[in-house]
Structure formats: structure tokens, C-alpha cells
């Protein structure tokens, strides 16, 4: 398994706020993902990014973006932050092959936008 | 198209008795598929996956799952439920794309 960090894991900030969310996984996994995922809801894959410089949009539109400076890293930022963007957003990587199809979760960060 | 159907949104079973939750799966290539457990204001911990190897698959916790190919289902059970396995869980498919499909999830309440 992974390790996968996420922070902060709670945060409420005002509307307009500039926001990043932060990402990291120790293994060296190239694969990354970010998902957003309303209360009592399903998942859905926002990003993801298959290595350094990669990043893809996934298949639900979102306002955020992403970057991938770093095979560790994969920060998630809204430049201007609306109450809609109110939401779980957990991250995930997955390992090299042949367990390449898994993912591993981070513990998700809660935001509220008032 | 592809996809993960989860029957049930809501299912209670009292302590002791079985637990059997729901997955059926929608492809046109052979699937991967994955059962997670999210716990309160925490991520998805991966609780099993069936990768095409042995069709009945142990995981954490006590549960297991057995891939039907004939049903195309992915049916979570475990003999016997405990207070601590009250959570969320998701039944999820990989189907070549290196991208995950969710089902909408269960909510498992135990009760005492």
C-alpha cells in the first residue's frame, strides 16, 4: 500500500478565497488521481496525471486545477473558491505494474466554502 | 459502456448475522474490480480486489467477495457483522483504462 497524505483535512474558508489543497505519497508512484465526492455520494474522478509535467481532466468538469512539478506532489488549486466547490476531495496514486490497476487512497479533505 | 451498479443504497443486518452487500458490473472486456470501505470523515481503504485470478477473493476485515462471471456480479459478504464494520462501502471497477469506476454505495448499519 501507500502512503498518501492530505492537507489540511478540514477547511472552511470565505467565497473568492484562492485555495490549494495538498497531495503527496511517499512510494514514487507515477500515477495520481484526484476525486471529488459529495456527502453520501459516489466518487468521481476530477484529475489525474500519469507522471511529471502530466495532467489530464477527468470525467467530471471542475473549475479546480492541477499540477505535477513533482512525482510526489500533486497539489490541487481553486482560484476562486464558491460555496458549489463545497465538497470532499480525496486523492489517490496507484503503484507501477502489475498491480498498476489499484488505487490507494489519502485520508480527503473536507471544504466548506461559505 | 461501462459500469457498476450497487443495489441498496441502505442495508442494516443485526450483530452477528451475515452481511452481503451488492455489485453487479457492466463491460465489454474483462474487469477488474474492487471493494472499498470509507469510514467517517476518512478516505477509501481498499478492502479486497478480484484481478482474474481465483474467482473468490479474501479480504481485510473478515470479508470476502466472489467474482461471477455468468451474473456479471462482485457480491461483498461476511459470515458475521460487528458493530465495527458499520461504514460506507464501494464497489468500484477498472475496465482497461487505468481510470476507476464507482458504484454509489451502500451505507451499513449494524444493529446491537
Known amino acids: 500500500e501507500a502512503d498518501i497524505y492530505q492537507t489540511p483535512r478540514y477547511l472552511v474558508i470565505g467565497t473568492g478565497k484562492k485555495i490549494t489543497l495538498e497531495c503527496s505519497q511517499t512510494?514514487?508512484?507515477?500515477?495520481m488521481y484526484w476525486y471529488q465526492q459529495d456527502p453520501g455520494m459516489e466518487l468521481h474522478l476530477i484529475h489525474y496525471?500519469?507522471?511529471?509535467?502530466?495532467?489530464e481532466k477527468g470525467d467530471l468538469s471542475s473549475e479546480s486545477t492541477v499540477s505535477r512539478i513533482r512525482t510526489e506532489h500533486f497539489p490541487l488549486t481553486l482560484e476562486s473558491a464558491r460555496p458549489s466547490h463545497t465538497s470532499q476531495y480525496l486523492c489517490a496514486s496507484s503503484p507501477p505494474p502489475p498491480s498498476s490497476e489499484t488505487q490507494y487512497f489519502g485520508p480527503g479533505t473536507r471544504l466548506l466554502v461559505l | 459502456a461501462q459500469s457498476v451498479t450497487q443495489l441498496g443504497s441502505h442495508v442494516s443486518v443485526s450483530e452477528g448475522a451475515l452481511v452481503l452487500l451488492r455489485c453487479n458490473y457492466s463491460s465489454s472486456v474483462p474487469p477488474y474490480l474492487f471493494w472499498y470501505v470509507q469510514y467517517p470523515n476518512q478516505g477509501l481503504q481498499l478492502l479486497l480486489k478480484?484481478?482474474?485470478?481465483?474467482?473468490l477473493v479474501k479480504g481485510i476485515n473478515g470479508f470476502e467477495a466472489e467474482f461471477k462471471k455468468s451474473e456479471t456480479s462482485f457480491h461483498l459478504t461476511k459470515p458475521s457483522a460487528h458493530m465495527r464494520d458499520a461504514a460506507e462501502y464501494f464497489c468500484?471497477?477498472?475496465?482497461?483504462?487505468?481510470?476507476?469506476?464507482f458504484g454509489t454505495g451502500t451505507r451499513l448499519t449494524i444493529i446491537p
Open positions: 496525471s500519469y507522471g511529471v509535467n502530466s495532467t
Open positions: 468500484a471497477g477498472n475496465f482497461g483504462n487505468e481510470k476507476l469506476t
Open positions: 478480484y484481478t482474474s485470478a481465483a474467482t
Open positions: 512510494m514514487g508512484h507515477d500515477k
